[in-house]
């Protein structure tokens, strides 16, 4: 089973697309914002296989997960085609990008695009810590 954090800003994406997810067969670990996110990744033992997170601080997040998570692949969505071009993917990961507006069926594309789920992610646990 593969293992997805998504960081998403806004609470009714967040809930929708991660129950979905959830309901496709994903385990989905959901946070408002990065320290939201690296507290799920510390409170989770297992590997994370995929980070799906907006582009405004989606990079910087990405970096703080990659040496933890080398095989996470990276699924960035935005509304700018601008600020999703300025995303830059920690080297050696998978990434794509996702334009907004999307449906549930888009985005499950795309994970399953990004996911290969016979390729296990890192089981190194997530001990990151919150500094600035």
């Known amino acids: 089973m593969n293992t997805i954090l ?3 800003e806004e609470h009714a ?3 929708v697309f991660g129950d979905f997810l959830g309901n ?3 385990i989905v670990l959901k946070a408002a914002d990065m320290a939201e996110a690296l507290d799920a990744c510390a409170a989770y033992s297992g590997p994370i296989d ?9 990079t910087r997040l990405a970096s703080r997960l990659a040496a933890r998570y ?3 692949s990276l699924l960035f ?3 700018s085609e601008k600020a999703m071009s300025a995303q830059e993917p920690p080297p050696g990961h998978k990434s794509s990008y996702l334009h907004k507006p999307f449906t549930a069926q888009m985005l499950l594309k795309a994970v399953l ?4 789920s016979k390729t296990a992610a890192s089981k190194q646990p ?3 810590e919150r500094g600035r």
């Open 6 to 8: 998504f960081v998403q």
């Open 113 to 116: 695009g990004l996911i290969d």
């Open 77 to 79: 969505i935005g509304d």
């Open 24 to 26: 496709e067969g994903f």
């Open 126 to 128: 997530c001990a990151i």
């Open 50 to 58: 995929l980070l799906i997170t907006d582009t405004n601080a989606g």
């Open 70 to 72: 080398p095989r996470m």
């Open 13 to 15: 994406p967040r809930a």
